[in-house]
């Protein structure tokens, strides 16, 4: 039996609305989710700001080391250099089953190198898998160019989460140093913070939209050797600089917050 004046047992509640936006206990909740992820991959990675460490020693650790850069440069370089050796001068195609093959191969190596020295896997195998996955989108359409579409793909949804997480405020950068600094969310009512972590993030973005802008018209052209040779030029000689910058500025930030 109901109150008189009070609306019915069945009456529809505002809670019951499924267009409405999530309570803020609930926003906060999948936001912290998401920063226990980022800042879990970078401390993996050896991004942590907290741990007083050359800024050499982070960029190398994050690059994976000698073998992270091997597993990271050779597979593709591989890729390029058969490729183009075998190009035949009339059609500018060259031998894509061989050239493929030696790639995945190496990545496959590498793989099995880790898994005989019981060493961490994460990046042999995501690489594996990565071309792989283009190695067949290359096979399966006969074109050498497509072996770089899985890459394109990544840049441009990096680019576009990284954007649209500066403009709404919820920087991933700042999500990531936010679990590592053990601060959660909080940085978000710092403006200092709120404006460096934007910062950062933008530039992030621009990273992976310039590797988009610069290789799209390559591929588009079928110049596979221009377009591979630019995927390791904008690789890590970009990331390393950029991981460094962030780094160093993400340090100075808390320092002189600190103070």
Do not use: C
């Not at 906060?28 to 990675?45: P, V």
């Not at 073998?67 to 183009?84: K, M």
């Not at 894509?96 to 590498?110: D, N, R, T």
């Not at 576009?160 to 500066?166: E, I, K, W």
């Amino acid at each position: 039996m109901s109150t008189p004046g009070a609306a019915p047992d069945d009456a529809p509640r505002p809670d019951d609305d499924p267009l409405r936006p999530p309570p803020a206990s609930e926003a906060t909740s999948a936001s912290e989710l998401l920063s226990q992820a980022l800042g879990g991959a970078a401390r993996r990675a050896g991004l942590d700001p907290a741990q007083e460490k050359t800024t050499g020693h982070v960029v190398w650790a994050a690059m994976g080391g000698w073998r992270g850069v091997l597993e990271s440069v050779l597979p593709g370089l591989v890729f390029i250099l058969v490729f183009t050796l075998t190009m035949d001068p009339e059609t500018r195609e060259g031998d894509l089953w061989l050239s493929l093959g030696l790639s995945v191969g190496i990545a496959a190596l590498f793989t099995i190198v880790r898994l005989v020295q019981r060493s961490t896997l994460t990046a042999a195998v995501g690489g594996l898998v990565a071309t792989a996955a283009a190695a067949a989108l290359a096979l399966l359409t006969g074109r050498g160019q497509d072996n770089f579409v899985p890459g394109l793909i990544t840049n441009a949804v990096y680019g576009t989460g990284m954007l649209v997480s500066a403009l709404i405020g919820w920087s991933i950068i700042g999500l990531a140093v936010g679990f590592l600094m053990n601060e959660g969310t909080a940085w978000r009512r710092d403006p200092r913070k709120r404006r460096v972590f934007f910062w950062l993030t933008i530039a992030w973005a621009a990273l992976f939209f310039a590797r988009l802008a610069v290789q799209l018209p390559f591929y588009l052209s079928g110049d596979v050797t221009t377009l591979g040779t630019l995927k390791l030029v904008m690789g890590l000689p970009l990331f390393a600089p950029l991981v460094a910058v962030t780094w160093l500025t993400v340090r100075a930030l808390y320092r002189r917050t600190a103070d």
